[in-house]
Nanobody
Framework: QVQLVESGGGSVQAGGSLRLSCAASGYSYGWRYNTLCVGWFRQGPGKEREGVAHIYGIGGDTYYADSVKGRFTISQDNAGNTVTVHLQLNSLKPEDTGMYYC?????????????????????WGQGTQVTVSS
């Protein structure tokens, strides 16, 4: 059972930055050997949940939605049995407002580098709110 705990949300003005973190634990193997894809999703008011970025455990291959390319950066830290996946949000826009969720699933690198629906992810965190004012 994989546990995911997000942190780092908040309120900023347009053009500002935030850094979200997702602490992942509870998987069977060390990060280096595990085929785990960790993604960030968001859900704005009245909108469907959408994928923002993914990162793959082995090699750190990444995927970004077109709407965030060049502004958001996903990265990972590995410390023992806990991996923390960060999402750096720069040049924030009001349309980036929403609840941001961390999610994880096992799969291949090529799969993790592609656009993925929320239904493809097995494990979810509780979410952290990001609010961007104009």
């Amino acid at each position: 059972q994989v546990q995911l705990v997000e942190s780092g949300g908040g309120s900023v003005q347009a053009g500002g930055s935030l850094r979200l973190s997702c602490a992942a634990s509870g998987y069977s193997y060390g990060w280096r050997y595990n085929t785990l894809c960790v993604g960030w999703f968001r859900q704005g008011p009245g909108k469907e949940r959408e994928g923002v970025a993914h990162i793959y455990g082995i090699g750190g291959d990444t995927y970004y939605a077109d709407s965030v390319k060049g502004r958001f950066t996903i990265s990972q830290d590995n410390a023992g049995n806990t991996v923390t996946v960060h999402l750096q949000l720069n040049s924030l826009k009001p349309e980036d407002t929403g609840m941001y969720y961390c999610a994880a699933a096992r799969g291949s690198s090529s799969w993790c580098r592609s656009p993925l629906p929320p239904a493809d992810f097995t494990y979810w965190g509780q979410g952290t709110q990001v609010t961007v004012s104009s």
